[in-house]
């Protein structure tokens, strides 16, 4: 048997069906991971303020000194980081610990 010449295999994105995908569709799926990232984020610094805060309450951490400590960090930070959104999760903290209930809405 004579031997086939061998093609250039030419490689397609494709689904998991194996029908291949579009740049729209990439797109899409990128747009996709990046707000589920960011959910995953939220989601875990949501935790932490939740831990901080039932740590505070049963007192297991001095509230106060808390807070100071949070506050020194947060502006020792603050000239390094070129994106103030970077800070935001540190400032939510923060206010959190500051406000006087538990029922508090966490944004």
Known sequence: ????????????????????????????????????????????????????????KEGVIDKDRMVAYLENALEAMRPGIKDPRALMPLTQLLASLRAPGDDVILQ
Do not use: C, H, N, Y
């Open 1 to 56: 048997m004579k031997d086939l010449p061998v093609a250039r295999r030419v490689v397609v994105p494709r689904r998991r069906s194996g029908i291949p995908t579009s740049s729209m569709e990439e797109r899409v799926t990128s747009e996709l991971e990046t707000e589920a990232l960011s959910a995953a984020i939220a989601g875990f610094l949501a935790s932490q303020v939740l831990m901080m805060r039932f740590l505070a």
